[in-house]
């Protein structure tokens, strides 16, 4: 029952993230039962969330010694040997975890490591197959729309980013990559109505209006609309006068100066203090 009860504040701490604590609870756990193959596994992702990959390797190794086929582990050794650099062992270890555990994570992950090792082909299709298991894994959709863009077929990955924005968790940064693919695409309009609604409830957000002033001014000058964006663009050009007049920013743009009129004839630097 102390096993058990011991497992139980280990699994507690954990999900509440206090890492610490987890780990002098999975440690004393293994004490009384060295061999428990979720144990070891679980110490190990308790190091992963420290960043001590390089000590979750053991228990990892020694989980699967165990536990031949236990896909969280093997799900696991591939994010470390991903974080470790060893790219070739982390996609060998995630294509196992989907062997073993063919989840949409273990499929994501797949995806991941292939990716990293530019071979974009089989990663597409892992990212797919994550999605085809979670068709609302925001992840996968916006690294496979990352990979199509990089891929230029813009248009798939504009479809993609689409779909994040319409899962609807309020993650401003897809909308935002979504309207600059549309806007790479030629599609002005669309890129626009998208951002409409964002700058009307978010009146002060200077990267927001500087990205619309940008498709704004290529609209006009590729269409020769400018009586229509006059308006839009006066409106942005002063929210972007208030973010130069910040004092903040005032200061980085006056250090800036400095730094390069303080430049030697070759553009090396002589000082850089602000």
């Not at 891929?151 to 897809?174: C, F, K, N, W, Y």
């Not at 500087?210 to 704004?216: S, Y």
Request: glycine content about 6%; aromatic content about 6%; overall charge negative.
């Amino acid at each position: 029952m102390i096993n058990a009860d011991i497992f139980a504040d280990a699994v507690a701490a954990t999900k509440s993230g206090k890492y610490e604590e987890a780990l002098d609870q999975w440690r004393n756990f293994l004490l009384l039962e060295p061999d428990h193959a979720n144990a070891l596994n679980n110490i190990a992702h308790v190091l992963m969330r420290l960043s001590r990959y390089s000590e979750a390797l053991e228990p990892l190794r020694k989980c699967l010694e165990i536990c031949p086929n236990h896909g969280p582990a093997f799900d696991n050794l591939g994010i470390v040997y991903g974080e470790l650099g060893d790219t070739d062992s982390s996609i060998q270890a995630q294509r196992r975890a989907t062997e073993c555990l063919p989840t949409a994570t273990s499929y994501y992950n797949y995806g991941i490591a292939l990716a990293s090792a530019e071979k974009l082909d089989l990663a597409e299709v892992a990212y797919r197959n994550a999605i085809s298991i979670d068709p609302i894994l925001t992840a996968a959709h916006i690294n496979l729309g990352l990979l199509l863009e990089s891929s230029g077929r813009i248009e798939e990955a504009i479809m993609e980013m689409e779909t994040v924005a319409t899962l609807g968790h309020g993650d401003i940064q897809p909308q935002m990559y979504l309207v600059e693919l549309l806007e790479r695409a030629g599609r002005h309009d669309d890129a626009i109505a998208m951002l409409r609604p964002y700058i009307e409830n978010h009146p002060a957000d200077e990267k927001v209006w500087t990205l619309f002033g940008a498709i704004l001014v290529v609209k006009s000058l590729e269409e020769r609309s400018v009586q229509e964006t006059r308006g839009d663009l006066l409106r942005a050009r002063i929210v972007l006068i208030r973010f130069i007049m910040n004092a903040n920013v005032r200061r980085i743009i006056v250090g800036i100066c400095r730094v390069l009129a303080a430049s030697d004839d070759d553009g090396i630097l002589r000082s850089t203090t602000i």
